[in-house]
């Protein structure tokens, strides 16, 4: 078995709605979840974060604190090992990208409705990371 380091964006707007991605690939394909990915060799999180919220949605963000980790099982006995960072957007146009088939800003109430990757608002939530509805 495999650890794979990843890192994901928890990503506010003024009304404090929360920036999602849905997934175009495996794993979570035509989930909503949080911008991240994989860590790159000889990339730090934060390096990581910044490139992959751009890549999947055009924006750039200055990474702030960590929120929280979580694990989550992939193909053939790998573990996904996702460090979660708060990020604040500061330039660029919100459209998707990469392996985003869509990218939208949603609040708590919309993500409820949505179908998001397991845990998604209780694990933000538990983190304080997202406000209450």
Known sequence: M???RCVGAIVLDEAGRLLVVRRGRPPGEGLWSIPGGRVEPGESDAEAVARE????????????GYAGTIHRPGLHG??????DYLATVVGGTLRPGDDAAEARWASVAELRAMPTTEALVETLTGWGALPAE
């Open 2 to 4: 495999s650890t794979v």
């Open 53 to 64: 919220v751009r890549e999947e949605t055009g924006l750039v963000v200055r990474v702030g």
């Open 78 to 83: 790998t573990t996904y090992e996702v460090h």
